[in-house]
C-alpha cells in the first residue's frame, strides 16, 4: 500500500495524525491532513506554518521575532526601525499577522 494511501486509510479509521508544533510557549499539537504529514518529511518549516495558518515564511518571522511586530518607521540612517509596536508582543499567529498587514509604530514614533 502507498504511503499515502494508508495515512488516508488510517484518518478514515479515526486515527490522528498529531503534529507537535514549535511554537512561542513550547509545542502545540495539532493535527495534519495525510497529505500534510507526508510532506512534513520534506519541509517541515511550511507545514507547521500551514497549521498554524501562516506561509512558511510568515511562520519563520513569527517565531523568530517571537510574535512581535515591528514599527514601520524608518530611523534616520535609512533603517527599519526594530522596536515593536506598541501592544504587538507575544501575538497568536493570526493576530501577528493582521497587525504586519496594517502596520504600526512604536513609542518612540507615534505609537
Not at 500551514?50 to 515564511?57: D, F, K, P, V
Not at 534616520?76 to 506598541?86: E, L, T
Amino acid at each position: 500500500m502507498e504511503r499515502l494511501q494508508l495515512l488516508k486509510a488510517l484518518e478514515e479509521a479515526s486515527c490522528q495524525l498529531a503534529v507537535s508544533v514549535p511554537v512561542l510557549s513550547g509545542a502545540r499539537t495539532i493535527v495534519a491532513n495525510p497529505e500534510q504529514a507526508l510532506r512534513l518529511l520534506q519541509d517541515k518549516q511550511t507545514v507547521y506554518g500551514e497549521l498554524m495558518g501562516l506561509s512558511r515564511t510568515d511562520y519563520v518571522e513569527w517565531l523568530s521575532s517571537e510574535g512581535s511586530v515591528y514599527c514601520s518607521a524608518t530611523t534616520q540612517k535609512g533603517n527599519r526601525c526594530r522596536n515593536a509596536i506598541v501592544g504587538a508582543t507575544f501575538l497568536e499567529p493570526a493576530a501577528w499577522k493582521a497587525v504586519c498587514e496594517s502596520g504600526g509604530y512604536c513609542a518612540v514614533h507615534g505609537g
